[in-house]
């Protein structure tokens, strides 16, 4: 299993959302999220079109064959894959954890409003020092959050740490598009128009201009699943969505 004490530092771990603050990324992020957290979910949907709900089903479906009884969601922000999760799996628990309690809180209402109390449990956590015993999970899922780990190959370590042998990792996040046509497009709408649109909603000036910072030095594709082999994960594999916009990678432990 890969030594942590090795961890190489990636381009994507120095972008925060404020490059004044003396906070760490794990605080700007935190507090980023909480600021944001009653308008997430809106704006989540509205700049995607509606595409983010289809990508989380395509990402739950390659848990399909492993029928998982327990599920891990790290950075569960607000739950929706959680709550997508129990309807497309139907594991007996969900864990989600978060480093933001505002995103945490809308998920939890969320919740209790799918009367899912039961199965699916909200909880402040980081990824890079889950609070879980070794081999305690099936399946575990990152939904659009690997960015916002502050050393990416401990959070990833920390996650083949809890995972059961055999369990799979899930994880899906944005990626930048190939194609000339599509990736002037997604250039000028990832520059422009969703900060404009963020700063206007969100009332946070700083939260989607760090989106399109960090999902450009993000290390996408075969260098990130050279990551996850370097760390022990077997039969690594990604597949891109949306013309690349967005990916899935998963391994097995």
């Not at 628990?93 to 899912?116: F, N, P, V, W, Y």
């Not at 520059?191 to 760090?210: H, Q, V």
Request: proline share 3%; with cysteine; hydrophobic share 40%.
């Amino acid at each position: 299993m890969y030594i942590c004490s090795l961890m190489t530092e990636f381009a994507h771990d120095k972008i925060v959302p404020d490059q004044h603050s003396a906070l760490s990324k794990k605080e700007q992020v935190a507090d980023m999220f909480n600021s944001i957290a009653l308008r997430y979910d809106f704006l989540n949907h509205f700049l995607s079109a509606g595409i983010d709900v289809y990508w989380r089903k395509i990402a739950l479906k390659q848990l399909a064959a492993i029928k998982p009884l327990s599920l891990l969601d790290v950075a569960t922000g607000t739950g929706d894959l959680a709550i997508m999760a129990e309807k497309i799996l139907k594991p007996t628990k969900i864990i989600g954890i978060d480093i933001s309690e505002g995103m945490l809180e809308i998920g939890r209402q969320k919740i209790k409003k799918a009367g899912l109390e039961h199965i699916i449990e909200l909880s402040t956590g980081d990824s890079e020092a889950i609070k879980h015993p070794n081999n305690s999970f099936d399946a575990v899922t990152v939904s659009f959050g690997v960015r916002n780990f502050e050393h990416l190959e401990l959070g990833l370590s920390e996650i083949y740490r809890v995972l059961k042998p055999g369990g799979k990792l899930v994880i899906l996040e944005f990626s930048k598009p190939k194609g000339f046509l599509i990736k002037f497009i997604y250039n000028f709408y990832m520059k422009i128009i969703t900060p404009l649109i963020g700063k206007m909603i969100s009332k946070n000036k700083n939260a989607y201009s760090y989106l399109d910072a960090s999902i450009k030095k993000f290390p996408e594709g075969k260098e990130f699943i050279k990551v996850l082999d370097e760390i022990g994960y077997q039969n690594t594999q990604s597949k891109t969505l949306s013309l690349g916009i967005c990916t899935i990678y998963f391994g097995i432990k």
